[in-house]
């Protein structure tokens, strides 16, 4: 039996959703140390700490009151994060993931190519808030070479599985591409130059999270 | 590896127990230790009075929570050690303290801080309270431009919630009181030296690693290297340093008001000696120092070293800084 295709419906509903936030707070919580030391180099070696507390009380928040529908849980997450993780992250992931629920609606199923949509949108969201662009060393120089992967994999029929494999490596490599850039927004702009030579934090975090979502992807029952 | 000793009982917990203790030591403030949220205990004076509400991140005491009290801050939000704190807090706290004349945000130019007042500021909208948001930007360090996300907030947060809380005690209008911070902010600048790191409660580790004789030039207030690691130099010559990047930035050729401020682990003996250095380097370029403070007010931390802010001083702004004020860190004429 071969994957769904992209043209199928693939059918993620909120236990995918709720995989996929379970995944990403594991992941968080195994790389605490890791994300902490990378923005000890540029930033203020909290970033792991941070995210680590949102998406503790993120989990937290599905369970004590479990969403009716996929959008539902992402702006739930959304919600969570702005209000406990602080500094930048808060409101960049909180936002990422608001935009991304609302975009989703409260249709009880959506399909790979309406999540990555949706995604578009929380990527849009994101930009606008914090104004960067793909260069400046940031979560965006992940989010958008991994959504154009996503959204080509799905457009030439790849495998839903394949897809969002693809765009997991696509986020991870583009992690570490961000290690020669110099930072031009948030702290670690301070640095200028001598923000080179080290991968940006919340780009790691991002890889993070799209690796997540392909596992979700790739163990979700059929 | 061992951890930096910390008077502390847990890193967790370190915010939530200063704030206890800042309740336990000081009756005239109201300390909402769960949310974190610090504010004036006798609100019921200000009615009508524009309520200002500041925030940041823990470990720049006794910003800005030291500042909540007659003649400056209505409430101020602490968030974790060097983290902004969250929108909802911020909310809160301006609730708490609106006494419909509108609320002012002073907000340090950090990416965060930023974008959580300005989530704060939408929230209070949708509540029907007026708010403005100032933002402070002085550090000459960070070259203000499309590359960087702006010059940091530093020693003229200060200046500016003392002098803009002293105008909103005198009755004046949200648009009043947001113009003074803002004309606060556009004529004072600041620079910072460290000799060492900082160490986060979390972290347990120093911020950085300088050798022997080097210091760290140009930094901010979060334990971030400066622009540039330099040799050990007597205090004249890092007074100097320090008021050579304030003055090259704005002409500040007369009246002054100065702000020697020591990082956190600089003791007051040095922090006077800096003072000695930057007066006379001030005199020699025509500058008058009219009013100072010099201590520990905008720190980071543990850490050694200090920072030089000056803001122009004219007659207006040196009334509202001699107009009286009665909270922990700063207090007089009340």
Same mark, same amino acid.
């Given at each position: ?11 993620? =509903? ?7 936030? =379970?995944? $990403? ?30 998406? $503790? ?10 969403? =009716? ?9 959304? $919600? ?19 935009? $991304? ?122 | ?55 940041? &991140? ?20 602490? &968030? ?96 009043? @009181? ?13 620079? &910072? ?23 760290? @030039?140009?930094?901010? /207030? ?64 025509? @500058?008058? /120092? ?42 007089? &004429?009340?």
């Amino acid at each position: 039996m071969s994957d769904a295709h992209a043209g199928d419906a693939a059918g993620l =509903e909120v236990g995918f959703f709720l995989d996929w936030i =379970e995944r $990403t707070a594991s992941a968080v919580a195994a790389e605490k140390e890791r994300l902490t030391s990378l923005d000890a180099a540029i930033g203020d070696g909290d970033h792991g700490t941070n995210l680590d507390r949102g998406f $503790t009380a993120a989990r937290a928040a599905l369970e004590a009151k479990p969403p =009716e529908f996929p959008g539902a849980a992402l702006v739930q997450v959304g $919600t969570t994060l702005i209000s406990s993780v602080g500094g930048a992250s808060g409101p960049l992931y909180g936002t990422v993931f608001r935009r $991304t629920g609302k975009a989703l609606g409260e249709a009880e199923s959506v399909s790979a190519r309406e999540l990555a949509d949706a995604i578009a949108a929380g990527l849009a969201g994101v930009q606008k808030l914090g104004g960067a662009s793909v260069g400046d060393k940031t979560m965006v120089d992940v989010f958008v070479p991994a959504l154009d992967a996503l959204l080509a994999g799905l457009a030439d029929g790849a495998s839903v599985d394949g897809a969002f494999g693809a765009a997991a490596d696509v986020a991870e490599s583009a992690a570490r591409s961000t290690i020669p850039l110099r930072a031009r927004k948030g702290r670690a702009s301070y640095l200028g130059e001598r923000s080179e030579g080290h991968e940006d934090p919340g780009a790691a975090s991002a890889a993070l999270l799209w690796r997540a979502l392909a596992e979700s992807v790739g163990g979700r029952a059929r | 590896m061992s951890s930096m000793k910390k008077l502390i009982n847990s890193p967790e917990s370190v915010v939530s127990d200063a704030l206890a203790g800042l309740a336990a030591a000081h009756p005239g403030l109201t300390v909402d230790v769960e949310r974190r949220i610090v504010r004036r205990a006798a609100h019921a004076s200000t009615a009508g009075k524009v309520a200002l509400v500041s925030g940041g &991140g823990s470990g720049h005491e006794p910003l800005h929570a030291g500042f909540v009290g007659p003649g400056m801050l209505d409430a101020a939000c602490a &968030g974790e050690v060097f983290t902004s704190p969250v929108p909802d807090q911020m909310l809160a706290a301006a609730q708490a303290v609106d006494a419909g004349a509108g609320v002012l945000f002073l907000v340090k130019n950090y990416t965060g801080d930023v974008l959580n007042f300005q989530m704060a500021a939408e929230l209070l909208e949708d509540e029907g309270i007026e708010s403005r948001s100032v933002l402070i930007n002085d550090d000459v360090a960070v070259e203000d431009s499309l590359y960087t996300a702006g010059r940091r907030g530093t020693g003229a947060t200060l200046f500016a919630e003392k002098i803009a809380g002293a105008l909103a005690e005198r009755g004046a209008d949200l648009a009043a @009181v947001a113009g003074v911070a803002e004309r606060v902010n556009a004529t004072s600048r600041s620079f &910072g030296i460290a000799l060492g790191p900082c160490t986060t409660p979390a972290a347990g580790q120093p911020s950085f690693q300088l050798g022997e004789d080097e210091i760290e @030039v140009g930094i901010g /207030i979060h334990g971030e290297p400066g622009r540039r690691r330099a040799p050990m130099a007597p205090a004249a010559e890092l007074a100097g340093l320090a008021v050579e990047a304030v003055c090259a930035d704005l002409d500040f050729t007369g009246d002054a008001i100065a702000l020697v401020n020591g990082m956190g682990a600089s003791p007051l003996l040095e922090l006077y000696v800096v003072y000695n250095e930057v007066q006379a380097a001030l005199k020699s370029r025509g @500058v008058s /120092i009219v009013r100072n403070l010099v201590g520990n007010y905008v720190t980071s931390l543990d850490m050694p070293g200090f920072s030089v802010t000056l803001c122009r001083a004219d007659a207006d702004l040196v009334d509202l800084w001699d107009a009286p004020v009665n909270t922990p860190a700063l207090r007089w &004429g009340a």
